[in-house]
Nanobody, 127 residues
Framework: QVQVVESGGGLVQVGGSLRLSCTVSGLHFDTTTMAWFRQAPGKEREGVSCIGWSGSTTAYGDSVKGRFTISRDNAERTLFLQMNSLTPEDTAMYYC????????????????????WGQGTQVTVSE
C-alpha cells in the first residue's frame, strides 16, 4: 500500500520561509518522479514543482521560480520543498504526489501524470 505523507506547513508572515517534507512508502521512491502541487480555495490545483527520479532534472511553475527549491533524499525516501520570500498568494493546501518510475521532469507538472497523492499540508501566509 502506497502512503504519501506531507508535513511542515503552517502560518508564516509575508517574506518568510517554510520547508515542506513528504515521506513516501510502498513504492520505489528512488526511481519515481515526484512533484508538489497546491490548491487555494476556489482555485484549480496548480503544479508547483517536480523532480526526476535521480534529482538531476527539476521544473517550476512560473509563480514560484526563483523562490522555491525542490529536492529529494532517496536514502530517506523524502521529498522537500524549500519556500522562500512567501507572499499571501502562496497560501494554499500543498500536496505531494508520486508519478512514473524512471521519469524526468522538464516542465511544470500536471496532475494527470501523478498516481499517488498525500492528504496535503496547509500553508498560510499572513500580511
Amino acid at each position: 500500500q502506497v502512503q504519501v505523507v506531507e508535513s511542515g506547513g503552517g502560518l508564516v508572515q509575508v517574506g518568510g520561509s517554510l520547508r515542506l517534507s513528504c515521506t513516501v512508502s510502498g513504492l520505489h521512491f528512488d526511481t519515481t518522479t515526484m512533484a508538489w502541487f497546491r490548491q487555494a480555495p476556489g482555485k484549480e490545483r496548480e503544479g508547483v514543482s517536480c523532480i526526476g527520479w535521480s534529482g538531476s532534472t527539476t521544473a517550476y511553475g512560473d509563480s514560484v521560480k526563483g523562490r522555491f527549491t525542490i529536492s529529494r533524499d532517496n536514502a530517506e525516501r523524502t521529498l522537500f520543498l524549500q519556500m522562500n520570500s512567501l507572499t499571501p498568494e502562496d497560501t494554499a493546501m500543498y500536496y505531494c504526489a508520486a508519478g512514473l518510475r524512471w521519469g524526468t521532469c522538464t516542465s511544470e507538472p500536471t496532475a494527470g501524470q501523478y498516481n499517488y497523492w498525500g492528504q496535503g499540508t496547509q500553508v498560510t501566509v499572513s500580511e
